[in-house]
């Protein structure tokens, strides 16, 4: 059962590398490591990346504020992308410029918004005995997308104002919202990461046990990687 882990875990992190190598091969890399998107995913290849290769070793994988934070950022990636940016009935629906992207960069697209969330979803549902997140793990989480706000609007103030992607998201673009509406829009995000941190954890409490106890997370009573 390690070296199963340890295989599916390495294919997850190699789907969010491979995802970011063709990103960064098709555009500019200081432009793709603007985005969220890539933030998320470079955590899921470092963490299922360590998570591969401390299976492999019959340790412990990662702390579960770091699978768990992976986890949820990777799922509001996913959840975004799919709900938000590529539906048309959004106010911030971008379906007319993914539906025109073509080979290594549809590639890419479906890799980091489709298959490394669902991959690190199966991660925690079959391979991650449950009962190791905490409640304070919500609020903990939130520190990366809180990070990510400060940089996207810092960045899009020091950037020219005929820069095309100055804002990376359309919900975080001040010139067309102002900072009070972008604002507003982050603060209905970060409940939404909350909230759905939360639902991780509750779930994390109430989900059956599918890979036994082999490669867990930590014992119900370890101490220090809470």
């Known amino acids: 059962m390690p070296y199963v882990t340890s295989l599916l875990r390495g294919l997850i992190a190699l789907a969010a590398a491979t995802g970011i190598v063709i990103e960064c091969v098709e555009g500019s890399p200081l432009v ?3 985005f969220f998107t890539i933030w998320s995913n470079t955590a899921v290849a470092a963490v299922l990346g360590l998570g591969a290769v401390r299976a492999w070793r019959r340790l412990p994988p990662p702390a ?3 699978t768990g934070g992976v986890l949820l950022c990777i799922s509001v990636v996913g959840l975004v992308f799919h709900l938000v940016l590529d539906n048309p009935a959004s106010p911030f629906n971008q379906a007319a ?5 073509t080979g290594p960069r549809a590639v890419a697209n479906q890799l980091l918004h489709t298959v490394t969330p669902l991959g690190v979803l199966l ?3 079959l391979l991650t005995p449950p009962g190791a997140l905490r409640w304070r793990h919500a609020a903990q989480w939130l520190a990366a997308p809180g990070a990510y706000l400060l940089f996207a609007l810092t960045r899009g103030a020091l950037l020219p104002p005929d820069t095309p992607t100055r ?6 673009d001040v010139t067309a919202h102002g900072y009070a509406g972008v604002l507003t829009n982050a603060l209905v995000l970060a409940l939404a990461f909350y909230a759905l941190g939360l639902a991780l954890v ?3 409490r109430f989900r059956p046990a599918v890979a036994g106890r082999v490669n867990r997370i930590s014992s119900l009573g370890a101490g ?3």
């Not at 410029?97 to 992207?101: D, F, G, H, M």
């Not at 804002?167 to 975080?172: A, D, K, M, Q, S």
């Open 32 to 34: 793709v490591f603007s």
């Open 64 to 66: 579960p504020l770091w």
């Open 97 to 101: 410029e993914i539906a025109r992207l």
């Open 123 to 125: 991660d925690w549902l």
């Open 167 to 172: 804002y990376t998201y359309p919900f975080l």
């Open 202 to 204: 509750t779930a994390d």
């Open 224 to 226: 220090g990687l809470k």
